[in-house]
């Protein structure tokens, strides 16, 4: 089966801009969750999905971050304006009951 | 208050040592604790998981939980360097919710 996917897996843009960043879950999974790390902070929960519907939200930096689960089979998380301090990598994972499996992540460099 | 707590390290041993890594959690309510192995420059893959107090046996691997004391370990035996990696400790609250320690970064020397 396929795992996670993530895309795109690396990005670099001028501050300003607007990244949109997306995912794919394993099918059958109910839960969708989006994580940033840093060497700093490590790993940070943002926002996580279930059966599509935002559950908690509340570790979204900010009113720039938004996140969006349109159907069981895609997800994506925007940010915009983005701002050099936005520089991470930005994992996707989903589960059902039990462990969460990540993609291989989005390594965003904002400049 | 982090949720959970790891020892960053970083943490070296000998080949063929045993690895001791350690995890302390604050949420009594705390229902499934995991751990992921992350290699430099990729995703965190997960290793093993426990949900009662004792220890569970994967091959090399044992996680112990005490959950009276809070805390959740990991031994490695027999050391291998491709065993060299940071180590995750996963914590799942009520909700599904799953917060992560900072890691520990290992290293296994040949």
């Known amino acids: 089966d396929a795992g996670v996917i993530q895309s795109p897996r690396h990005e670099v843009t001028e501050m300003g801009q607007e990244v949109t960043l997306r995912c794919k879950p394993i099918s059958g999974h109910d839960y969708l969750f989006w994580y940033r790390q840093t060497m700093m902070r490590g790993l940070e929960l943002l926002i996580y999905f279930n059966n599509n519907v935002p559950i908690d939200d509340s570790g979204m930096p900010e009113d720039r971050f938004s996140a969006k689960m349109p159907n069981a089979s895609f997800s994506n998380l925007k940010i915009q304006p983005s701002e050099p301090r936005d520089s991470a990598v930005y994992f996707c994972?989903?589960?059902?009951?039990?462990?969460?499996?990540f993609g291989e992540g989005s390594w965003l460099t904002v400049v | 208050q982090k949720e959970v707590e790891q020892n960053s390290g970083p943490l070296s041993v000998p080949e063929g040592a045993i690895a001791s890594l350690n995890c302390t959690y604050s949420?009594?309510?705390?229902?499934?604790f995991f751990w992921y192995r992350q290699y430099s420059g990729k995703s965190p893959e997960l290793i093993m998981f426990?949900?009662?107090?004792g220890d569970k046996e994967d091959g090399r691997f044992t996680a112990q939980l005490n959950k009276a004391s809070q805390y959740v370990s990991l031994l490695i035996r027999d050391s291998q360097p491709s065993d060299s990696a940071t180590y995750l400790c996963a914590v799942e609250l009520t909700g599904n919710q799953f917060y992560f320690g900072t890691g520990t970064s290992l290293t296994v020397i040949p």
């Open positions: 994972a989903s589960s059902n009951v039990g462990p969460i499996y």
């Open positions: 426990i949900y009662s107090n």
């Open positions: 949420d009594r309510g705390s229902q499934s």
